[in-house]
């Protein structure tokens, strides 16, 4: 029988991506996470002994707790924080459950940037169209929640991402950026491990999107004209991305749940 603060890897995968997604606090011990060096997306690492600190980091939010197998160290420490007023549940199974699982997707703990302040932070040119609202919230839905961005003038990100230890994107000449045909979009969906049939699918839409290759996907003329209407918008890039962020928050629910979906009106008016 479940326990009552116990969440399954299929109910997990169902909030992650979503702006209201609980915390994921991997609480594996050492040996156990370097034998396996994964986390699931937006999970990070802290020790289950600094209770006092986690709850700071919480700051209230409602989280779940992984340890490697789902009994002690998750099930004790979802129970302590739930006594003190904060909506914990641990995962079934934990990690080992996660990896079985088809369609539950891991990235490599090694593929994010060191976080700079408690943060990763990351830089690129300012006034951003697709791929640099794009990744940011991919970024902070999927690998990083608190995330930081950068947006400078193209001639200084490569000074700017030296001097405050920030990661360049979606610039030339950097290890996050376009490859081939792809965009860098692309790249982070490849290197973090995020390759789902629902971004996937949205990515094909962002590339079209970013590329001018509309043939790709019928969506992507919509993205562009949104795009441009943003950038016009917004003079401000980081209010521009807090708006974008809401605009791929819905394009990931339609490439998750919604591409069957069409509309006419009146109801059934054929053409």
């Not at 109910?11 to 606090?25: K, M, S």
């Not at 609480?27 to 002994?49: V, W």
């Not at 593929?111 to 006034?127: C, D, I, K, S, Y």
Request: glycine fraction near 8%; charge should be negative; hydrophobic fraction near 40%.
């Amino acid at each position: 029988m479940a326990g009552p603060n116990e969440i399954t890897v299929s109910q997990l995968l169902r909030l992650i991506g979503l702006p209201d997604a609980p915390a994921i606090v991997d609480i594996s011990i050492d040996g156990d996470f370097n034998d396996d060096p994964f986390l699931i997306p937006t999970a990070f690492r802290h020790p289950h002994t600094d209770i006092a600190d986690l709850k700071t980091r919480l700051a209230g939010r409602s989280c779940v707790v992984v340890c490697q197998r789902g009994i002690k160290l998750s099930q004790g420490l979802a129970a302590w924080l739930r006594a003190d007023g904060i909506a914990a549940e641990y995962l079934q199974g934990g990690n080992f459950g996660w990896r079985e699982h088809a369609q539950a997707p891991r990235f490599p703990a090694a593929a994010v940037p060191q976080p700079v302040e408690g943060a990763t932070l990351w830089v690129t040119r300012h006034r951003p169209k697709i791929d640099r609202i794009a990744c940011p919230w991919l970024i902070r839905r999927f690998v990083d929640p608190d995330a930081r961005f950068l947006f400078v003038s193209p001639s200084e990100v490569a000074g700017v991402a030296d001097r405050y230890s920030a990661t360049p994107f979606d610039v030339e000449d950097v290890f996050w950026s376009h490859r081939g045909d792809g965009c860098t979009f692309d790249t982070m969906l490849e290197e973090f491990g995020l390759q789902t049939p629902a971004l996937t699918r949205l990515a094909t839409v962002i590339r079209a999107a970013d590329t001018n290759s509309h043939e790709l996907a019928p969506q992507a003329a919509g993205l562009l004209a949104l795009s441009v209407g943003l950038s016009r918008q917004y003079r401000d890039d980081q209010r521009q991305l807090d708006a974008g962020m809401a605009i791929y928050d819905a394009l990931y629910r339609w490439a998750r749940d919604g591409i069957d979906e069409g509309h006419d009106w009146p109801a059934g008016h054929k053409a």
